[in-house]
Structure formats: structure tokens, C-alpha cells
């Protein structure tokens, strides 16, 4: 009996569990379907923002719509809105909006018309008195003077005025400000610089300069070869756009022909009515690659310096010579003069100086003949028959000048103990000395001047090389400064 009485309620129970179930189940859908919202409709309000200038960022109670005017913000709600504009260089402008329902709402917002939002340039130059270009535009007042009602934003300003370098500058205008453009002019009157930040020059890094028989600039370079300047346009002539050996260029000359020669570390290069003829020791007699110095006699021979010896060549035959003693095997040579004698001056980096008359040899080292140091950088001989010599300071003793007039020499010494006299160049009664530390003039009466950064417009103190023009101008390379025009006062 009791069995079957658990075997009842067991199945009792199961039966009331079955019941529960279904019972929460039923009131779950029915939570379910009863607490399901209708769908909301979505806002039709819209707005849309001009503005004079355009291009603001369009800001709704100080959010960011990620519009730009002109541009259209919707579904929006009725209701009053704070719209403000943002743009670079602006005030900001803030103005309120009333939408309704299903409204399209235009605002447009011109920024000029406040003059809270423009802004001023004060325009000022050293010297004074300068024309000032706004924008390519030329303004009518001269400096200094202060222009107002201006659009905020970015503009160019140039200051132009006679025998001074332009200047430009990049200028940014902001609303109810003041902003200055100041600019000291470089005064061109005399001195004119060339470089790669202010013309159209391909290289600074430049180490000689000759003029030929039409007043064309020849200038070498370091690293770029050759470039030609007719005081209009620089042409660079280098490796990859033409035939010169090497980018790398010691020394330059022209001949009767105008025929520009080259020479480079890697040969001879020679460009004569746009052909190149180049000459190396493996395809000529060229005694060494390496080319310091180029000369040319009254018979139009070139006498070529080279680091094993030198050259005479009479563009078809070619003529070495070399000259050896005890204390070394061959004779490296960094410079060439001729004498009015027609001798051959030639200048050492490891003998000294030798006199050569197209027959003999005569030595001068500074041991016999008191002048500074063996290790010559540069020859020149003046309207007097004077040699001219720059010397490279040793470990026992100072570099210098030192001025040969036939029976002996006299010393000079330039700027500091480390100076280096880069060249030598003799032009009408002046003598000019390049150096490391800028370079000097002599006058007829060798009285010295000495032109730095320091007292001149020279760009850079390292000169290389100077030559003189037909218009009587000195043309000045320098290592890192580019190239210097020097307009001569007195002739």
C-alpha cells in the first residue's frame, strides 16, 4: 500500500512541475510582446551652414558635426542650438539657432564683415624705403608703413629695393592681430653671393673659377663637375649629362680657341663648342690622372701639371717631363706659371719650386733660398716678373706668402698660423690671395687687404679660387659658401 501511495504523488508531482513550466513560459512571452516600444521617428530637422571664407568646421552646442561649411548638418530636433564656427587663423563665431519641426534652416555667416576678425601687417625693411609685394602684388606705400582689414590666413611678402637682394618671407595673418614683417635687405651694391639657398646655383661646394673670351663663368666643383653661368642661368655639366671624366675638379683654363680645359682627378677633360675630348694615361701620354694645373703659352701650347710630373701638348703631340733627385723619385706637381721670359715656374708638394727654360732644371728649396716651406700650393707671376708663391705650413714650420723678384725672397705671413693659401691669381696690378681664412688684395704698391666674413659680404672664408671679368668684377668660389661676385670700385 504505502508503494503505491509514493508511486501516486511521484507521478502528483511531475504533473505540478509540468504545469509550472508552462506557466512561467506563457508569462514570459507575454512580458516580451507587452513591453515592445513602437518605433520613434527619426528627426527632420536640417541645417544648413555658409560662411564667408569658407571651409569652417561646424560645432552644435560645442560638438564637432564633422561638417564643413558649406555643408548641410540633419535630423536634427527642434529645439534652440548654439552654432559655432571654427577655422584656422579666425576668431571663433558663435550665434544661436531656433529649429522646428521639419525645418530646413539656412544660416549664412561672413566673417569680414566683423573687424574683430581681420587682422594687420606692419611692414618694415633695413634700409627703409623698400617696395613691398603682398602676395605677388605690389603695395603702394613704401616701408615702413601698417596695413589693416586684412583675411586672416597665410601670406608671401617681398621687400624689393635698388642694389639689395630681394627678400622674401612667408607671413601668417590672425584676426585682431598685429603681425610684423621685418626683413634686413642683403646689400648687392658691391658684393653679390651665389648659393644654392638664393639662386639657381647647383653646388656650394666649389674649388676654382675661370672667365672665357665671352664672358662666361666657368666654375669646379667637388662634387658636381663644371658649371658655366653667363650671369643668367647656371648649366651644370657633370657625370651623368655629359662626357667630364670626374666629378671631382682641380683646376680650370681657357685657350685662344675658347676651348674650356678640366682638370679633374680621374684626367683631362676638354669642352669646346659643346664636344668633349677627354685625355687619361691610358688613352694618351698623359703623365698622371690626377690634373693640378693648366697653363697655356704664348704659342697656345698647354703645360699640364700632374702628381708624377708635367705636360707640354700641342693638341696632338704630347711631351712629358719629370724631374727626380736623391731625396725623392718623382715630382708632384700643384702649380704652373710662365715668366716673361717664357720660363716655366713649377711649384711642388714634396721638392719645393723649379725653374725650368725648356732645356734645365733649377731648383729652389727653402733651405737655399730662405723662402718658407717646400710644399708649394700656388704660382702666379705679376706685371713686374715677380713670382709669386703660397706655401703650405709643415709640422716644423709656418705656411705663408713669399714674393720672388730674381736675386731673393721676401716673407709675408696671412690671418692665423693654420691659414692655407689655396691660389694665387694676378689680374692687371693686383695680386689676389685665396686662403682658408678668406683672401687678400695687393695693390700695385703691395699694400694689403684683407676681405673676411668678418669686414665684407663674403659668404664663406674658405675661397678656392677668384678671376677677373671683362666688366671688372671678381669672381670668388668658395668650399661651402658658393660663389661671390666683388664689383671692383676702382679699376
Not at 529649429?99 to 573687424?115: C, G, R
Request: hydrophobic share 35%; proline share 2%.
Amino acid at each position: 500500500m504505502m508503494k503505491l501511495i509514493m508511486k501516486l504523488q511521484s507521478k502528483s508531482n511531475i504533473r505540478v512541475l509540468l504545469v509550472m513550466l508552462i506557466f512561467l513560459i506563457y508569462l514570459g512571452c507575454e512580458k516580451e510582446i507587452s513591453t515592445t516600444a513602437p518605433d520613434e521617428e527619426i528627426p527632420q530637422g536640417f541645417l544648413y551652414v555658409e560662411s564667408q571664407p569658407l571651409g569652417s568646421t561646424i560645432y552644435l552646442n560645442d560638438k564637432n558635426t564633422g561638417r564643413i561649411t558649406p555643408g548641410l548638418v540633419p535630423y536634427l530636433e527642434s529645439g534652440n542650438y548654439k552654432l559655432s564656427l571654427k577655422k584656422k587663423y579666425l576668431r571663433d563665431t558663435t550665434i544661436s539657432v531656433t529649429l522646428t519641426d521639419f525645418d530646413t534652416s539656412k544660416v549664412f555667416i561672413d566673417y569680414l564683415q566683423n573687424p574683430m576678425m581681420l587682422g594687420k601687417i606692419t611692414f618694415n625693411s633695413s634700409p627703409a624705403n623698400a617696395s613691398v609685394y603682398l602676395n605677388d602684388s605690389l603695395l603702394a606705400n613704401k616701408t615702413p608703413f601698417t596695413i589693416a582689414g586684412l583675411t586672416p590666413g597665410k601670406y608671401n611678402v617681398r621687400f624689393k629695393i635698388y642694389n639689395h637682394r630681394d627678400s622674401e618671407i612667408p607671413l601668417i595673418v590672425e584676426s585682431n592681430k598685429n603681425s610684423t614683417a621685418y626683413s634686413v635687405l642683403r646689400d648687392t651694391a658691391q658684393w653679390v653671393d651665389y648659393q644654392i639657398a638664393n639662386s639657381e646655383i647647383q653646388s656650394n661646394i666649389l674649388t676654382c673659377v675661370t672667365v672665357d673670351n665671352n664672358n662666361v663663368k666657368w666654375i669646379g666643383t667637388s662634387n658636381i663637375g663644371i658649371i658655366s653661368f653667363n650671369e643668367n642661368q647656371f648649366i651644370n655639366f657633370n657625370t651623368s649629362n655629359s662626357l667630364i671624366l670626374s666629378s671631382y675638379v682641380n683646376c680650370l683654363a681657357v685657350n685662344n680657341d675658347n676651348s674650356v680645359w678640366i682638370g679633374t682627378n680621374n684626367g683631362l677633360s676638354i669642352l669646346i663648342n659643346g664636344t668633349w675630348t677627354n685625355f687619361t694615361h691610358n688613352n694618351s701620354d698623359l703623365p698622371n690622372d690626377n690634373v693640378n694645373s693648366i697653363i697655356f703659352d704664348v704659342n697656345g701650347n698647354a703645360w699640364i701639371g700632374t702628381n708624377n710630373g708635367f705636360s707640354k701638348f700641342d693638341g696632338s703631340t704630347w711631351q712629358n717631363y719629370n724631374y727626380a733627385s736623391s731625396s725623392f723619385e718623382y715630382l708632384w706637381v700643384t702649380d704652373l706659371a710662365l715668366d716673361q721670359s717664357g720660363n716655366l715656374w713649377i711649384g711642388s708638394n714634396n721638392f719645393g719650386i723649379l725653374k725650368f727654360d725648356g732645356n734645365y732644371f733649377t731648383e729652389f728649396q727653402e733651405s737655399a733660398y730662405n723662402f718658407l716651406t717646400n710644399r708649394i700650393t700656388s704660382l702666379d707671376v705679376d706685371n713686374l716678373d715677380r713670382l709669386w708663391v703660397g706655401q703650405q705650413l709643415t709640422s716644423q714650420s709656418r705656411g705663408g706668402l713669399s714674393i720672388y723678384n730674381g736675386a731673393a725672397f721676401t716673407n709675408l705671413y696671412l690671418g692665423t698660423t693654420n691659414n692655407k693659401i689655396n691660389n694665387i691669381f694676378i689680374s692687371q696690378q693686383f695680386k689676389w690671395i685665396s686662403t682658408n681664412e678668406g683672401f687678400s688684395m695687393y695693390d700695385e704698391n703691395n699694400s694689403n687687404t684683407f676681405f673676411s666674413t668678418n669686414n665684407s659680404y663674403l659668404s664663406n672664408n674658405n675661397v678656392t679660387g677668384i678671376a677677373h671679368d671683362k666688366n671688372n668684377n671678381l669672381w670668388i668660389t668658395t668650399l661651402g659658401g658658393g660663389l661671390n661676385k666683388y664689383k671692383m670700385v676702382t679699376k
